[in-house]
């Protein structure tokens, strides 16, 4: 088994007898028999912690459960800063969840949640913040402060739990680069391990905006050349 792995000096061949082999084992393999400088994340090993994303033929996956394939090129995650090989830094995309206020803002102690309402935002619960969307998401090429689909997916779960007193407010906070940014390409939604299609999250904050009167600060340039009484605007 041939595969190619980016370093910080450009892609490297590497040869395994692994065979039926997940890329995490096939890296370990690698590090333990052939290039001990080799650096990549890993955790859980059960596709519950994120940490060993990365891309596979230019496409986001998870290490720890992506079977590797005869000549498969290796790379780290795109749209974060490379720490060294595989690993890279987090923390800028991480501190989107803060710039969103992706929480519970107000909290109304009268309300409780059933077994129901728990379905309600159970998906996006699933969250298991690997980058993978993050990666993937095309905006970020042009617009490095958008606050990407992972965060707008937890501003969605918490504006959608009725326990939230202030909705209208936690739409306030995603107007700007935000869920008007987005293309709604669905590329985040192809690479979640988790199933979560941050393109439908994305979709229902933007309903919920125009409940609250919030439009998309682009729409009137779309109006074709006349403003919206049919008057040309030019």
């Known amino acids: ?102 929480w519970l803002s107000k909290i109304s102690s009268e309300i409780q949640l059933d077994s129901q309402d728990a379905k309600t935002n159970e998906v996006q619960s699933d969250c298991i913040l690997c980058g993978s969307c993050y990666s993937a998401c095309p905006v970020y090429a042009v617009n490095g402060e958008f606050i990407g689909p992972f965060s707008l997916t937890r501003v969605w779960k918490y504006a959608s739990d009725k326990r939230e007193v202030d909705v209208e407010q936690k739409m306030n906070d995603v107007q700007t680069n935000g869920i008007w940014d987005c293309t709604l390409c669905g590329n985040c939604t192809v690479v979640c391990p988790q199933n979560i299609s941050s393109k439908a999250d994305i979709e229902m904050l933007r309903m919920k905006s125009a409940q609250y009167g919030l439009m998309d600060p682009n729409f009137g340039s779309f109006d074709g050349g006349f403003g919206f009484d049919g008057s040309p605007s030019f």
């Open 1 to 102: 088994m041939k595969i190619s792995i980016k370093k910080d000096d450009g892609f490297v061949s590497y040869e395994s007898a692994l065979e039926d082999a997940t890329l995490l084992e096939l890296l370990n393999d690698i590090k333990q028999t052939k290039d001990n400088t080799l650096a990549f994340s890993s955790g859980c090993r059960s596709s519950v912690c994120g940490s060993c994303s990365m891309r596979v033929n230019e496409v986001e996956v998870l290490a720890c459960s992506y079977k590797i394939q005869e000549g498969d090129i290796v790379e780290p995650l795109k749209n974060v800063p490379v720490i060294r090989d595989l690993v890279v830094d987090m923390d800028k995309a991480y501190s989107f969840n803060i710039k969103a206020k992706a």
